[in-house]
């Protein structure tokens, strides 16, 4: 699900950068943590869509990732 910013409390969200990403390239993203759902965007885009995803889906993700 791809969520548009809005709504109070999203600005106050603690984006952290992917480790993996980097400065110049085309692969950046932040991850935000909520009660129940982790959002993710385009670290280039900050204003743009958000993916939310419930934490057992996000948890099942970086596991499969990091195999």
Excluded: Q
């Excluded at 809005?6 to 692969?27: F, I, R």
């Excluded at 900050?46 to 934490?55: D, F, K, S």
């Amino acid at each position: 699900m791809s969520i548009k910013p809005s709504g109070e409390g999203l600005s106050a969200l603690k984006w952290v950068k992917s480790s993996y990403s980097t400065n110049d390239g085309p692969e950046c993203i932040e991850v935000a943590h909520t009660p129940g759902t982790v959002l993710v965007r385009d670290s280039k885009r900050p204003e743009g869509a958000r993916l939310a995803v419930g934490p057992d889906a996000w948890n099942g993700f970086v596991a499969h990732a990091a195999a």
